[in-house]
């Protein structure tokens, strides 16, 4: 526990990547010389790559911690709560100095402590917190906390995790990511074997995780936000562009070895069973496959169609209804069937194909598809699957144009995949690199709104008012009585800079205090964006948008000139989804 | 009525005609400490320590100052004046006020952890106390500050064996002069920015004892027969105000902190996007305040600037007689270090940039 609380202290205290880089191997290195460690090093794997255990004692006792553990009463607990944001971090910086006692290993706290406790009549739970604590050393509480809490997000990305366990393996990071996936899944409770098979001999690993039936890492696009004229010169001529449209689905991987196949999300979930129309293409597969793509409902039309169709293609809000059903009925399958976009291909009769340049992978993919239609044909059945189809253009002006239909055609804008690239491992911060693979999504749709209530942020903005509603007039300006109508939550869009002006704004037009929420007299104007916006009955505004955030502070503008509910509505008939 | 009262233009004695750091232009102004929330431009005359009016003097001009020492009593209309350290910054004081048997204290900003640099806070028994609440949360109990600076110098270590500079941002009147007393002067050359270095001066006339220090631009940082300069060992000390300004440019590979009673809470670290943050602040923490108000013995205290809401809230479930008290303090400079939270309430910092 002292290892792990201290490596936690080194993350957190500080924003320099490679300082927290050298900690990580610093701590890896040191494990894995030392097998008594592994338990306790694959439990730290875990935490960082974003595993979560369940919860093991209710906020209500973390409460009544704080509150009889400190001597000081609920209200000033709570003011102190607001200051930091955190019920793992206020209550190690509330709770009186502890003694530090004996070590115990960060896999026996889990295992024998904290996983049990839910098991626990609540006095014996709160009687066994109350002596732990007394038990760590100040400086091991906050890690403590957190591993009740189970927000262990010390600021390090899977990616940084993957470099130090691949330069403590050395292995190089591919593998090491394949080994990853999966392990941080909810509930698991990792073994030495776990961290031996991270850091140990390759053969061993691959096999485990080929048996295991592990996707590849998926690789993820870079937003292309510059301007078209930029174009040419960064990028090159579109004809050094493999270029599709952007869908609005579900990212997954589908694989088939032996006779079993597997669907992962890119959460690395395994969804397989939620979408058993998707049995009659794995069938159809060839063993040693993985193909990456979207999932999409997609209700085909009667007629004959090619293998790049797109017929019958449907909303996301569609596949939403389809979203978190674990059983799925005969009458989903029928109403709302789903299909597989294809657009890569990472491995074929065994063979990882993922250096292979991206126009290979692409003919590839296509054989492949082309000769399931056929033996589909032949067998008088239809598969769920298609190939994502190409755009292609001389410049990048029309390319600009034939994104605009990306709307109406319920997509979110096109992809460009550079020819020759390789599939690489996560999301790589290119700078001008060409090898990329760039989303280069439709502007947002936008209304100027109003801002008017507040609430505090969490993490790195704990304790600021960073979380704001948004509202549009209930008519013109020329009508006489009118209302400011809530429609969108945001908190992204604002620099550091705008968000502490904000907070102090905040704090100055407070009407009055509801909790956690504030309401205000309406100052501030914002131009919202969003992707997307649907008809809703659940709002008062009538309307729901998708990924609203702030564009632009539009100090310029009187609250009087924001938009209205009408303007915002004008939207869902011009192509809204 | 009351002995000293909040008016719009700052804190006032009816009984002396004299105000308390006030935020308007006043005939008289008794100074508690040269800090720029507590000391404004424009009054007639200005009464402080003797340690604070030459720093008074470099940020006002060419103003007129009384000056005092530590204890010794100034009467005006039969009302007794003293000052007595407060322990905050250089000639920082506390403002004991005696009128026909009534003693009030006003505590301008202070610590009780004696910082080795000022005269460490003395405890005066009194009817009224008016006190800060800077850091008035139980949240905030500072460690040692040995330790502190012990983390501080260990960081500094990383830093030479990574061959890149030390940029630690600190308040330039005080938080930076507690510094340079208490780093290891051994690591390597200490480096101030303008703004420090010209306090440094004013401390080391005052007989303040510093490690030797020299500006970005002294020609001993210069690598021999070249163009460059090598900071890969220094200390580089800077007012917060500095942080991400082209000024840095010149320090080639650098990791930068700041130290601030602010970073304590992990929030207010990331968000700043510096690598390190140092929780070392020169107002008193919770126990440190509820030590100080208990000292002094008195029945009524007036909460100003900082989480008053919470501390007189607290304070009055306690028995105490407390109220809070409207002060236009702590939204000047001690904003700019990020040491502030918003007026009256148990917010988070505002920090506007400085």
Known sequence: MKAFAALYRRLD??????????????????????????????????????????????????????????????????????AVGDVAEMLSLLLPEGMGGEEVSLDVWMR???????????????????????????????????????????????????????????????????????????????????????IGEVLRAEAQALDAGKPYPFYLAQSWSRPIAEMLPALGPPSNWIIEWKYDGIRAQLLKRGENWRLWSRGEELISDAYPDLEPLARALPSGTAIDGELVVLIPPEHE??????????????????????????????????????????????????????????????????????????????????????????????L?????????????????????????????????????????????????????????????RSGVYTDYTFAVWSAGEEAGARELVPFAKA?????????????????????????????????????????????SKRHKSGVAVRFPRMLRWRRDKPIAEADTLDALKALLAGGGR | MDLIVSTDRGLYCAAGDFHIDPWRPVPRAIITHAHSDHARFGSEVYVCHRDTAPILRKRLGDVTIETATYGQILTRNGVEISFHPAGHVLGSAQVRVVSKGETWVASGDYKVESDGVSPTFEPLRCHAFITE??????????????ETFASIDAWRRENIAAGRASILFAYALGKAQRLL??????????????????????????????????????????????????FSRALIVAP???????????????????????????????????????????????????????????????????????????????????????????????????????????????????
């Open chain 1, 13 to 82: 205290s500080g924003t320099s990547t490679r300082a927290k880089q050298a900690a990580m191997v610093e701590f890896f290195a040191a494990a894995k010389a030392d097998p008594t460690q592994w338990a306790s090093a694959a439990w730290t794997v875990y935490f960082l790559s974003g595993g979560k255990p369940r919860q093991t004692a209710p906020s209500r006792l973390l409460w009544r911690l704080a509150v009889e553990g400190s001597g000081y009463p609920e209200w000033l607990c709570a003011e102190c709560y607001g």
């Open chain 1, 112 to 198: 024998e402590r904290l996983l049990p406790l839910p098991s626990l009549a609540e006095e014996e739970r709160y009687a066994r917190l109350k002596q732990w604590v007394e038990e760590l050393a100040t400086d091991e509480r906050l890690a403590f906390f957190k591993l009740i809490t189970g927000e262990l997000r010390v600021g390090v990305s899977r990616l940084q995790v993957v470099k130090a366990l691949a330069e403590v393996a050395s292995v190089d990071e591919g593998r090491m990511a394949q080994r990853l996936i999966g392990y941080s899944q909810a509930r698991r409770i990792p073994t030495a074997a776990d961290f031996e098979a991270l």
């Open chain 1, 305 to 398: 169609f090619a293998t790049d169709s797109l017929d019958g293609l449907a909303i996301f809000a569609s596949l939403q209804q389809r979203l978190g059903r674990k059983i799925v009925s005969e009458k989903t399958k029928r109403e709302l069937p789903v299909a597989f976009i294809a657009y890569d291909i990472l491995e074929s009769e065994g063979r990882d194909l993922r250096t292979e340049p991206q126009h290979v992978r692409r003919a590839l993919l296509e054989g492949l598809i082309e000769r399931l239609f056929a033996e589909a044909k032949m067998r008088g059945e239809r598969l769920p699957i298609r190939i994502s189809p190409t755009v292609s253009a001389d410049t990048w002006e029309e």
């Open chain 1, 400 to 460: 600009a144009e034939k994104r605009e239909q990306a709307r109406a055609l319920t997509r979110e804008g096109l992809m460009l995949k550079a020819r020759d690239g390789a599939y690489g491992i996560g999301r790589r911060k290119g700078g001008d690199r060409t090898d990329v693979w760039w989303k280069w999504k439709l502007d947002p749709m936008s209304v100027d709104a109003v801002v008017i209530y507040a609430e505090r942020g969490h993490g790195r």
């Open chain 1, 491 to 535: 908190y992204s869009g604002l620099s550091d800079k705008e968000i502490r002006e904000m907070d102090a704004i905040v704090r100055r037009t407070t009407l009055e205090t509801y909790g956690p929420v504030r309401s205000l007299t309406p100052t501030q104007v914002f131009e919202l964006g969003f992707e997307g916006i649907a008809p």
């Open chain 2, 133 to 146: 609440s800077t850091f008035g949360l139980p949240i905030y109990r500072w460690r040692p500050q040995a």
């Open chain 2, 181 to 230: 007393a208490h780093v290891d002067a051994e690591l390597g050359p200490i480096v101030c920015h303008g703004a420090v270095e010209a306090i440094n001066a004013l401390y080391r006339e005052a007989g303040v004892v510093l490690p030797p220090t020299r500006l970005a631009t002294d020609p001993r940082t210069a690598i021999r027969g070249e163009h460059k300069r090598d």
């Open chain 2, 240 to 354: 917060p105000s500095a942080a991400a300004s082209p000024w840095l440019k010149r320090f080639g590979d650098y990791s930068d902190a700041l130290a601030s009673g602010w970073m304590q809470v992990r929030g207010n670290r990331r968000r700043r996007g510096l690598d390190r943050g140092f929780a070392l602040s020169d107002h008193a923490d919770w126990p440190g305040l509820i030590a100080a108000i208990e000292a002094t013995g008195a029945e009524r205290i007036l909460v100003t600037h900082g989480y008053t809401e919470a501390l007189t809230r607290y304070l009055r479930e306690k028995g105490l007689d407390a109220r809070a008290l409207t002060t236009a303090y702590g939204d000047d400079e001690d904003v700019g270090e990020g040491e502030a939270p918003a007026e009256g309430e148990g917010g988070a910092p505002t920090e506007p940039e400085a």
